[in-house]
C-alpha cells in the first residue's frame, strides 16, 4: 500500500521524469500546445531579423541622405516587431489556455481521487494539508506548465540564434565577446546554488513565523489564560528577526546577481563598440554592422537576465508537483472488490460474524464480534467511551477495512458489493450534524437532489418538524452551514434527522449526540426519531435512557467484546452489568 | 497607510537617498555613451585614417586622436557603469532592509495586540481571517510598499532624470517623444478598469471552488454515507468550469493587453529612431544623442508599464490596511484600571452579583446572574448547550466584562485588579484542548518555564498523563503538536489538566474537560485534584449529571438564568431540567466504573455539601 507523504518541502530539485509526467497532461491540448510553440518560434525569428533593417538605415539610407529609404525601412522594421508581438501574443495565448486547461484538470483529478480515498486518509492527514493540494499548489504549478518548458525552449533558441547572427556578421567580433558565455554560465551556476540554498532558508524562516503566529491566535485562551503574552512576543521577535536577516541576505545575493549580468552586457558592448569601431576604421567593417551585433548581443543577454529567478519557481513547482503526485497516485485501502455487484433493494437484515477490527491493525478496537440485527428492528450500542461502539457503526458503513469476520447484509458479504450501493441504502447521523452551507431545503434534499419541495414538505411534516422548519425566519430557505452557524444543535440535528428520511434508506446508522439540548427541542428530537427508525434497520450509539429502553434490543460493549444483549426488561431481570448500571443510575436520580 | 512608515523612519531616509543617488547614476551611466557614439559616428563618416586591428592599442591610446577620445569615454563609461552597479545592489538592499524592518514592527505590533486584545475580537473573526490578516494582508501592504511606493519614485525619478535629459539634447525630439505618452498612459489605464471586474470574478470563482472543496473534505463522512460523490464531483466539475472561464477571461484580457502596450512602446521607439535618422541626416543631432534618445525612451516605457502593476498593487494593499487597523486599532476589550491593584493571597471565593452580559449588544447571553462561592468548593454549572456556562468562567477570568453587575474574587472586585493577577489565579482547562507545537514538557510548564522537572512529573502525574507519557518514544522532551506525536484526544486533555496544575490556581475551572477520559482514569484524576485543590475552588462545566453529581453545589444554568441551584439530592427532588437530564441521560461512563471509587467520591461529595450561600 502506498504511504501518503504529507511533509511541507518548499522547494525540489529538478526532476526530469516528474516534467515528463507533468507534459503528458498537456497530451489532450496537444494541437493548440504545437500551435503556441510554433508561433513562439515565428515570433523569435521575425525579432532575430530586425537588427538588419537598422544595419540597412546605418549602412545604406543615412550616407545616401535618402529620408524616404529611412522611413521605407523604419517601416520594415516597425513592421517585423509588430508581426513577431503578434506571434508571442498567440503564442502567449495559446500555451496560457493548455495551462489552464491542465491546471482544471488536475483539479478535477485530485477531487475525483479525494471521492476515493478511504477514511483513514481524512483520519490521517489535516483538513488545511488536503485544501492546499486544490489551492496553493495548484497556483504554484500555474507558472511552469503555462509557460515553463516555452520559457527554457524561447530563450534557448533567442540565445542561439543570436549568437549565431553575430557569428554571421562578423566571426572577430564574435570571437572578442563569445569568452564572456562561459563565464556567464559558471557565474550562473554558482548564482543558482546559492540563491537557492537561501530562498529555502528564507522560506522555512517565515513558515515559523507564520507557524507561530498560527498557533498564538489559534490557542489565544490558553496564552491569556496563562499569562504568556509577553515570552510570546520575545520568541516571536527572534523568530522575526532571524527572518528579516535571511530576506536581507536574499536580497543581497540577487542585488549583486542582476548588476554583474548588467556588467557583463555592458563589458560586451564595450567590446563590441571599441574592436567594431576599430574595424570600421580599418574598412574591414561597416557601422551598420557593429550597430547589428550591438543589438544581437542585447538579444543574447536578455533571456540570460531573466531567468535567473526562473529556477527558483521551477523548484517551488516540482515541490508541488511531488505532492500533487502524490496524493493522485495514492491506493485507496479500501476499494470495490474485482466482480463486486451492487446490491438489490435489501430489507436490512445484518449479520456481525466473527468480527475483528483495529484502526491500527496491532490493536484491535473490536475481539471476534459477532451480532445478528433482524431486518427493521432497532439496537442500541451501549458502553463505555472506547468501548467500540462508533467503530461497529463504521464498519457496517465500510468506512474502514477490518481484519477478520465478515458483515453480511441480507446475507450478502458486504465486501462483495460494491460501496455505492451500500451507501445508497443507508442513511447516517453523527455526532457533528454536518450540514452544507445552503437552504435548509437543499440540505433535506442533499441525498436526492431531484426530489421535488413537496417531497420534502410531507417527509418533514410526517417527522412533525414542519411547523418547526416555517417557524424559521427565512423558513425553509434559512441559510445553514459553515456560514449559518447560528443554527442550534438541536436543529441541526432535526434537519439531519430529515435528510436520512428523504433519502429513504433500509438501514439507518445514528451516533447519538452527547451534550444536552433544551428541553423542547429534546422532545421534537424524540419524537422524530422514533417515526424515522419505523421500519428501517437501525443501529444506534445511545447515550440517552429514552433511546435506549425503547431500543428493540440493547447491546453492551465491553473492550470490544459484546457482555450483554437483550431488551430493556430482559437486562434488568438478567440482574447483569446492564441492570447494575439502571439500578445505579435510578438510585441516583429518583 | 504611510503611517507603517513612521518607526522606520530612517531606513526610509537612507532608502530614498540611494534611490535617487542610483537613479543619478544611472542616468549618467547612459548619457555617457553619447560622446562614445559620437566618436565611431565621426569616424564612420569621415573614414580618416584606417587602422589595422593589430594596432588598436596604439590607435586608442595616442593622445588627441579621435581613438583616445573614444577610449577616454569608454574608460568613464566603465567607471559610471560600475558605479551604478554598486547603487543597484545598494538599491536591493535597502529596498529589502526598510521593507523588513517596516514589517518587522508592523507585525511585532499585530501579534501583541492580537495577544491582548481580548476575545469579543475572536469571536467575530475566524482564526483563518486573522492569521490571514497578520500575514497575507501585511504582505500586500509590503508588496506595495516594495513593489508599487518604491517603483512609483523609481518611474518618476526616471521620468525626470531621462525625459530632462532628453529636452536639454533635442526639445523638439523630447516634444515628439511626448505625445507618445498620453497614448500610453490611457492605454494602460483602458486596460486596468476593464481587468479589475475580470479579476473580482476570478476571486469570486475561486472563493466558491475553495468553499466546496472544503466542504466536501469537512463533510466526507455525509458524502460517502449517501453515496453522492457523483454528484459531488458533478458540482464540482461545474464550479471549476467557472472558474476555468473566468481565468480564461483574464488571459484574454492580459493577451490584448500585452501586445498593445508593447505595441505602442516599439512603434513610438521606432517613430522616433526614424525621425531622429532624419534629424542625423540632416545634421541636427548627432548619432549619439539619437543613441541615447533609444536608450532613454527604452528605459522610460519599460518603468511606466509598471503602472498597471502598481494599481494593482495599490488597490490590494489598501484594502490590506483597512483590514490590518482593524485589528491595530482595536482597543482593549477589557482595560486594566490605572491604579489596578494586584489580587491579595486568598482560598478562591467567587461572588457573582447581578452580572448581565452579551457578545452582541441586543443578545443577553448571560441575565442578572449572582451567586456566591465560598473558597474550598466544588461548584458544578450544568445546563444545555448554549446556555451560557462557559461565558460565566470567561467572564471569571475577565476575558470579557459583564455589560452591568460585578464579579469579586476573594472579596476583590477583579476590574480594580491586574489582569496578569487575577489570570494568575486561575487555572484553565478549556473545552478545546489547544497544545503548542513543543515538547511534553514546555507544554505542561506552560505558565512557568522554568519550572524543574520534579513539578513538571508531579503535575503529569496528577493528571494521569505520567503514564502515557513514559511510553513516548522521548518521554518529557518528546515534541507534540503538528510536527510530533500524535496524541489521543484523552492524552491531549491530561495534558491540559496537567498544564493547569501547574500553574497552581487557586480556582481551576475544568470546562467539559474530562469528555474523552475513560471512567476509571477520570475518577484517579479526581482524587488527585481534590488533593492538590484542598482549600481552593474549582468550577466544573459539564453536560454531564454523572460528574456533575459530586459537586458541592450545582447551578443549572437555562438562557442565560440560573434556573435551579443546590445540591444533586435537592435538585433531583425538584422538578426542572436538571431531573429531566438526569433521567434521560443514560450516561455511558457509569458502565465499568469501579464501585470503590464511585461511592468515596459520591460520600465524600455528600459531606461536604450545602455550603452554597443563596443571595
Redesign the interface.
Known sequence: MATYQDDDNEYSPINAKMILRLMSWLKPYRWLYVLGALSGVVSILLELITPEFMRRIADEALPNRDPGEIIRLSLYWGGAMLLSLLFDAIQVGATRRCGEKVINDFRLAIFAQLQRLSMSFYDRTKLGRIITRGTSDMDALREPVVSGVNTVAFSALMMVGAAAMIYHTDWRLFLAIAWLAPVMTYCNHIYREKIGAQYQIARAGYSSVAANLAENVVGVRVVNAFNRQDENLEKFNELQVQNTRNNVEVANISGIYQPFLEFIKFIGQVIILAYGGALVMSGKLTAGQVIKVFFYWDFYMRPTINMGNFYNVLMAAMASCERIFGLIDLIPDLVDRPGAKPLPRITGHVVFDHVTFGYNADRPVLHDLSLEIPAGKTYALVGATGSGKSSTVSLLARFYEFQNGRILVDGQDIRDATVESLHKQMGLVLQSNYLFTGTILDNIRYARPDSSDEDVYAAAKSLGLHETFVSLADGYHTTVGERGSSVSLGLRQLICFTRVLVANPSIFLLDEATSSIDTVTEMKVQTALEKLVQGRTTIIVAHRLSTIVKADCIVVLEHGKIIEKGTHSELVAAKGHYANLYERFVAQTS | MFSFMLPVKFEVAVTALVFVACNAAEVAADYLLKP??D???H???E?S?????ES?WA??TTPDTP?HA??IS?IW??VA??I???F??????C???QS??M??YM??AV??R???VG?SF?DQYS?GQ??NR??TDLQNVRQFVVVGLQSSIDIVLTLIGYFGLLLYRSPTLAGYAALSLPIWFFTIRYFAIKSRPVYEAQMAASDG???L?????????????????E???KK??AS??T??QK??DG??L???M??AI??IA??TN??L??LG??F??RGVLNLGDLVFFGVAMNKILTRLQQINVISDAYQKAVVSSDRFFEILDCPDATPQAPDAMPLRPGGGAVKFSRVFFGYEPGKQVIEDISFSVPAGSIVALV?????GKTTLSALL?R?YDPELGSIQIDGQDIRDLTL?SV??A???V?QET?L??DTVARNIA??D?DAPLSRIKEAARIAQADEFIDKLPGKYDQMIG?YGATLSG?QRQRLAIA?AVL?NPRILVLDDSL?????ETEAQIRAGLEKIMKGRTVFLIT????SA?RADHILVV?DGKIAQRGT?DEL?RADG?Y??????????????HPESH?DRLHGRRRSRSGRLIEQ
Open positions: 562614445a557614439v566618436v565611431v559616428q569616424l564612420a563618416f573614414r585614417s584606417p587602422v589595422s586591428p588598436v590607435w586608442l581613438g573614444l577610449f569608454l563609461l566603465l557603469r560600475v551604478f552597479g554598486i543597484v545592489w545598494a538599491k536591493t538592499y529596498s529589502t532592509w523588513m524592518s514589517v518587522y507585525r511585532e501579534y501583541d492580537l495577544q491582548r476575545f475572536y482564526t486573522l492569521i497578520a500575514l471552488m475553495i468553499q472543496l472544503t466542504e466536501n473534505i469537512a463533510g466526507v463522512h455525509v458524502v460517502r454515507a449517501f453515496a453522492t460523490e454528484l459531488e464531483k464540482f466539475k471549476c468550469e472558474l476555468l481565468l480564461l488571459a484574454r492580459q493577451q490584448q500585452t501586445p508593447r505595441g516599439t512603434a521606432i517613430m529612431f526614424g535618422a532624419i542625423v541626416q445546563g444545555p448547550t448554549g446556555s477570568a476575558f496578569q489570570r494568575d486561575i487555572g484553565f478549556f489547544y503548542f507545537s506552560y505558565s518555564k503538528e484523552g498544564r500553574h469528555s474523552a477520559i475513560d471512567p453536560s454531564r449529571i454523572s453529581k437555562e444533586h433531583l431540567y431531573r429531566s437530564v438526569a433521567r434521560s441521560q443514560f450516561a455511558e461512563e457509569g458502565a465499568s464511585m
